[in-house]
């Protein structure tokens, strides 16, 4: 195999200059398009801007003419014909920037032109009334605020699209201050008008709601110049008038002085929304210029780069050249070593590969010396074949989602089935090899023989077992029971362990620990511990005491085992309700094992004859479970308890005691 690594290095050589280019081309892109943006942006505030002017006058010709038709005063009609003439140039100024800037349709704001025009004819001849009027300006108003409405929305600028927001809530309420402007300057003139004042209060909570939410948003530089503006003498005047009108219904002022004060008041609130649109302005062209400049660096540092790009090419294609032969060179001597490598591995260690299938594509004569299987027999073939049936599903399923779908490695201890039938364990890890896509391509195995050690450990298992449920047994027969009580209380307590959730492995430990939870009854003396009759307080006692010498007993053991054994011991007596002993612990205070060993052993007593009683039939002690729940046992393992009753019966039935003769 070579590589032929000058051609192609050379080649390569050429592709940073190509790279950078493309690069390059691609940020100057993205930049022209971030500039598009705010110039699109920049329009729509010029749009908002327009479309301000036209509410402002708007709202003053909607003051003006809501007056006009309550007093019939030429003063008030020449200030109207003045303000409809701003009204007329705003909207012009605003058909005209449309058709500049190509933007929305402006034949829609042509018919609203149209109907301006109309609706002030019916001013000047007298036919409509002033609330009439104040719903038509406010119904135009709306139309134009609908607009400033959708400009947040199709603003990508945060800054800017908050900006637009804050003048919105502002706007609101201005025009909720303008139609109170409006209202009351007819009901002044007009007195039976009063009776109509719970539109006063409507629009004084829609000026409120979105002054409150204006100053949520605004910028603090935006806030502190509403604070400063908007706390001129008229502000104050104009809302005293408000309240005044709202706490007494017969209060009067002059008309034309409240209209004067809540117009200064308007006013005050349109210099704030030409600072917001001064601000605007200022962050955009900011950005647009920033962007601008951003181009004009991109192209000097293209240029720049280009040509350090070239001089360093220049001197890589001679250190390409100058290098490869070692590469090659290296290359075959890699190879070489990966060859001694893989046959290291072989001669060590039990290898096997499958596809991503699980299919078996390669096995080494190791693995085939422990399975007792030809390679042919082996090869195209799942590793189900040599699986054994004491290995849990749920194994299998967490290495398969370990290598399959996390593409991590599995490690774990797998018990194996040979072909002969016989058994042997390995230790293994299984590793996912992945393409350049990060696609599983196949899965490597390698693992070490544990068949010696595994037999060893279930042999020291084993006698572990039973010394235990000898230890068990000493403290059973001092108090003359059979050592068969000892095994039904561990079968019963691994069984509810299991039923509770506990894993396997804590399942075990119990099952293992639990045959001595009366081991300190060696510490009792037999007159005590074998009484027939009733025991007396202090005999009691000495009973009792048999937990703590359990757990003294056990409690230093460094064995997983002991100590579990220690705390079964100690904490079997106690009780849920907290009436137990030694120390009178209540419910999770209590470990689970000692909850689980009370529930066995209680059951097992009582079914079988003691010194002291005879045994019960199973439906009093089932009886006496059902009233001991939540008092004497854990409520949740007595349920389990009732649920799985025939198998806790089934263990009885195979461990019951033989009598004898």
């Known amino acids: 195999m070579q590589l032929h690594l000058k051609s192609k290095l050379l080649f390569l050589s050429f592709l940073p200059i190509t790279f950078i280019l493309i690069l390059f081309v691609i940020i100057i892109m993205n930049v022209f398009e971030k500039k598009e943006k705010l110039e699109d942006i920049k329009k729509n505030i010029t749009e908002a801007k327009a ?11 909607r003051g003006l003419s809501s007056t006009y038709v309550s007093r019939n005063n030429n003063e008030i009609k020449i200030l109207l014909l003045a303000s409809r003439n701003n009204s007329n140039q705003a909207i012009s100024d605003y058909k005209y920037m449309l058709e500049a800037t190509q933007q929305k349709d402006k034949n829609l704001f042509t018919d609203t032109f149209k109907d ?22 406010s119904e135009i108003v709306s139309h134009f605020q609908n607009r400033i409405k959708e400009l947040p929305s199709i603003m990508e600028d945060k800054e800017n699209s908050t900006y637009i927001r804050a003048y919105d809530y502002l706007l609101h309420s201005k025009e909720s201050l303008g139609k109170i402007r409006a209202l009351l300057s007819d009901a002044f003139i007009n007195t039976t008008k009063f009776e109509t004042m719970q539109r006063l209060s409507a629009y004084l909570e829609v000026y409120n709601t979105n002054s409150a939410n204006f100053q949520t948003i605004a910028s603090a530089h935006l806030l502190k110049f509403y604070h400063e503006t908007y706390s001129q003498a008229s502000v104050i005047t104009t809302f005293e008038i408000i309240h005044n009108v709202l706490n007494d219904r017969t209060y009067r002022t002059d008309s034309l002085f409240w209209f004067e004060q809540a117009s200064s008041s308007i006013n005050l609130l349109n210099i704030i929304e030409k600072e917001i649109f001064n601000k605007l302005t200022s962050s955009i062209d900011r950005k647009i210029n920033a962007t601008i400049y951003s181009l004009s660096m991109l ?9 350090s790009v070239a001089f360093l090419m220049r001197l890589l294609s001679k250190k390409i050249l100058f290098s490869t032969n070692q590469l090659e060179q290296s290359y075959e001597e890699s190879l070489q070593l990966l060859e001694q490598y893989k046959a ?17 594509t390669y096995v080494n004569s190791e693995f085939c010396l422990i399975s007792g299987y030809e390679e042919d027999e082996l090869l195209g073939k799942s590793h ?18 370990t290598i399959k779908e996390e593409k991590k490695p599995w490690r774990g201890e797998v018990k194996n089935l040979k072909k002969d039938g016989g058994i042997y364990w390995v230790k293994a890890i299984i590793n996912p090899i992945l393409n350049s896509n990060n696609e599983v391509i196949e899965y490597i195995s390698i693992r070490t023989d544990l068949t010696q050690v595994m037999q060893l450990h279930l042999e020291l298992d084993s006698t572990q077992r039973e010394i235990i449920y000898k230890m068990g047994e000493i403290g059973e027969t001092r108090s003359k029971e059979t050592g068969n009580h000892v ?5 019963y307590s691994k069984l509810l362990a299991q039923l509770y959730g506990l894993s396997a492995e804590e399942a075990n430990i119990l099952f293992m620990a639990s045959p001595m939870h009366d081991i300190g009854k060696v510490g009792i003396p037999d007159s005590i511990l074998n009484k027939a009759g009733k025991l007396t307080p202090e005999e009691f006692e000495v009973i009792k005491s048999h937990t703590t010498l359990g757990y003294n007993i056990l409690k230093n053991s460094e064995r997983e085992i002991l100590k579990t054994a220690a705390i079964v011991a100690y904490e079997h007596h106690e009780k849920w309700d907290g009436s137990g002993y ?15 060993t009370a529930v066995a052993d209680v059951f097992d007593a009582l079914g079988h004859d003691r010194i002291y009683k005879k045994a019960w039939e199973i439906e009093r002690v089932l009886e006496f479970f059902k009233k001991e729940r939540g008092k004497h046992f854990d409520p949740l393992l007595i349920d389990l308890f009732f649920k799985n009753l025939d198998k806790f019966k089934e263990i009885k039935g195979k461990f019951e005691d033989v009598m004898e003769d």
């Not at 019916?122 to 002033?130: A, E, G, L, M, W």
């Not at 095994?487 to 079968?491: D, G, W």
Request: glycine letters at 4%; proline letters at 4%; a positive charge.
């Open 51 to 61: 479309i301000s002017r036209i509410i402002h006058y708007i709202q003053i010709e």
């Open 116 to 137: 301006i025009m109309l609706y002030r004819h019916s001013i000047d001849t007298f036919i409509v009334n002033s609330d009439k009027i104040i719903d038509f300006y």
């Open 299 to 307: 192209f000097i540092s293209l240029g720049t780069i280009l040509l």
């Open 344 to 360: 290291t591995v072989d001669t060590s260690f039990i290898v096997s590969k499958t596809d991503p299938k699980g299919n078996i």
């Open 384 to 401: 189900n074949i040599i699986r054994h049936p004491d290995t849990p599903k749920e194994v299998f399923r967490q290495m398969w989602h």
């Open 487 to 491: 095994k039904r209380v561990a079968y």
């Open 582 to 596: 030694p120390r009178g612990l209540e419910k999770e205070q209590i470990h689970i094992f000692g909850r689980i």
